[in-house]
């Protein structure tokens, strides 16, 4: 049987890892309640942008005039992988790291071979799994989270939109995990460029445009893409304390139980050191009466 100072260094050493965990689960509540505020104000208002974008994508002689809807052959795609840079959050960073492979090695398979499919990373621990997998990570925005802001998320936007234009890419694809609960994670993989037109039933796209509809396109559709990035990012971030609480729940649930066991072993021991000491002070008793 086990030492007794053993088990009670172990019980120790449990002990404290529970108070961390416990105040990691804390942290992320904290932070989720204020995350999940923000993604449940936006979305809303992303969803009724992004539902207007399909439709104006879809109104009749458009499609020349909206260069965000160009689709061409798919020659040189982009993937954007939208991850934490930390970790202790169960699944959430592996399952991102999971799709791009699993997009690179099938969907685009032979742009991957020929070195037309470049990954960016928004969060470094996606890259960090990809590059020990021997993958090559074009760029990073590590920092982003640091402030996400509308404007620091419309900058890396207009980046991709105007590499997009410059024919640089042919598509572009966002990777990560949507918001459902803090339970609960849903990995999204969304066409960011060109924009997917809605399907609409019927001959009922006639909308009359104010001021034009160059206008139109020129301001909304740049927005709309901006927003839909801050969107994605806001969900991953949302995500990202979800996934962590419900992992240091569990982990602060698995301390406890360790330490229940721990002890019942250290009283067993302790318990069979004292049966052994009353033997002995009995056995030498009768020795001496003997």
């Known amino acids: 049987m086990a030492n007794l100072k053993d088990i009670r260094t172990r019980i120790s050493s449990v002990k404290s890892t529970r108070q961390i965990t416990n105040a990691m689960k804390m942290v992320s509540a904290s932070k989720l309640r204020k995350a999940q505020n923000a993604i449940t104000q936006l979305r809303p208002y992303a969803n009724?942008?992004?539902?207007?974008?399909?439709?104006?994508?879809?109104?009749?002689?458009?499609?020349?005039?909206?260069?965000?809807?160009?689709?061409?052959?798919?020659?040189?795609?982009?993937?954007?992988?939208?991850?934490?840079?930390?970790?202790?959050?169960?699944?959430?960073?592996?399952s991102v790291v999971k799709r791009v492979m699993d997009l690179a090695n099938n969907q685009y398979s032979e742009q991957h071979k020929n070195g037309n499919l470049k990954i960016i990373t928004l969060g470094s621990k996606s890259g960090q799994i990809l590059k020990a997998?021997?993958?090559?990570?074009?760029?990073?925005?590590?920092?982003i989270y640091d402030d996400m802001s509308f404007v620091n998320v419309s900058k890396i936007a207009e980046k991709l939109m105007h590499?997009?234009?410059?024919?640089?890419?042919?598509?572009?694809?966002?990777i990560y995990n949507r918001f459902k609960n803090a339970a609960v994670q849903i990995l999204q993989q969304e066409q960011f460029l060109p924009i997917k037109p809605e399907e609409v039933s019927g001959d009922n796209t006639d909308y009359?445009?104010?001021?034009?509809?160059?206008?139109?396109?020129?301001?909304?559709?740049?927005?709309?893409?901006?927003?839909?990035?801050?969107?994605?990012?806001?969900?991953?971030?949302?995500?990202?304390?979800?996934?962590?609480?419900?992992?240091?729940h569990q982990a602060t649930d698995n301390a406890s139980d360790m330490i229940k066991s721990l002890t019942l072993s250290y009283n067993k021991a302790r318990q069979a050191a004292i049966t052994k000491e009353i033997l002995e002070i009995t056995a030498g008793?009768?020795?001496?009466?003997g």
């Open 48 to 94: 009724k942008l992004n539902e207007i974008l399909s439709r104006l994508s879809e109104v009749k002689g458009s499609s020349s005039d909206n260069i965000y809807a160009t689709e061409r052959e798919e020659k040189n795609v982009l993937i954007v992988a939208i991850s934490s840079n930390r970790g202790l959050c169960g699944p959430f960073n592996s």
């Open 208 to 248: 009359i445009f104010e001021p034009s509809q160059e206008y139109i396109f020129n301001t909304l559709i740049p927005d709309s893409l901006k927003t839909q990035l801050l969107s994605a990012l806001k969900d991953s971030y949302a995500s990202e304390q979800g996934a962590r609480m419900t992992a240091m």
């Open 285 to 289: 008793a009768e020795a001496l009466n």
């Open 133 to 143: 997998k021997g993958y090559i990570i074009s760029e990073n925005f590590d920092d």
């Open 163 to 174: 590499e997009f234009v410059d024919n640089k890419y042919d598509k572009i694809e966002l």
